[in-house]
Nanobody, 128 residues
Framework: QVQLVESGGGSVQSGGSLRLSCAASGRTFSNYIMAWFRQAPGKEREFVAQ????????YYPDSVKGRFTVSRDNAKMTVYLQMNSLKPEDAAVYYC?????????????????????WGRGIQVTVSS
C-alpha cells in the first residue's frame, strides 16, 4: 500500500492562502481515492475534501466549499489542497488519507474510518 507525507503547512494571516501537498510512495497510487481531513484541539477529525482516483470528481463540505480546491497529479503521485480565504476556524492539523477502491469509483467517503492509510499530519495556523 502507499505511504503518505504531507508538506506545505505553516502560519498565515486570516484571508491568506496555503497549498498543502501529500506525496505518496509505493505502487498503484492511481488506484486510491484521496482525501484531506483536519483536526483542531479538542475536536473530532473533520472531512475537508475528497478526490477520486482519476481526479475527475471532488467533494467538499459546506464549510470549505468555494475556498478550498483538491487536485492530484498521478504521474507525480501527489495530491494537493489549495486553501484560499483562510479563516481562524480553519486552523488545525491537516491529514492526507487514502482509500483503495476500484478505478471509476465515485462514492463519497466522508468518514475517517473509510480510509486505509494516513499521513502524520501537518499544522496550519491562521491568525486573525
Amino acid at each position: 500500500q502507499v505511504q503518505l507525507v504531507e508538506s506545505g503547512g505553516g502560519s498565515v494571516q486570516s484571508g491568506g492562502s496555503l497549498r498543502l501537498s501529500c506525496a505518496a510512495s509505493g505502487r498503484t497510487f492511481s488506484n486510491y481515492i484521496m482525501a484531506w481531513f483536519r483536526q483542531a484541539p479538542g475536536k473530532e477529525r473533520e472531512f475537508v475534501a475528497q478526490i477520486t482516483s482519476g481526479g475527475h470528481t471532488t467533494y467538499y463540505p459546506d464549510s470549505v466549499k468555494g475556498r478550498f480546491t483538491v487536485s492530484r497529479d498521478n504521474a507525480k503521485m501527489t495530491v494537493y489542497l489549495q486553501m484560499n480565504s483562510l479563516k481562524p476556524e480553519d486552523a488545525a492539523v491537516y491529514y492526507c488519507a487514502a482509500k483503495r477502491a476500484p478505478i471509476g469509483t465515485i462514492t463519497y467517503y466522508r468518514l475517517p474510518g473509510a480510509y486505509d492509510v494516513w499521513g502524520r499530519g501537518i499544522q496550519v495556523t491562521v491568525s486573525s
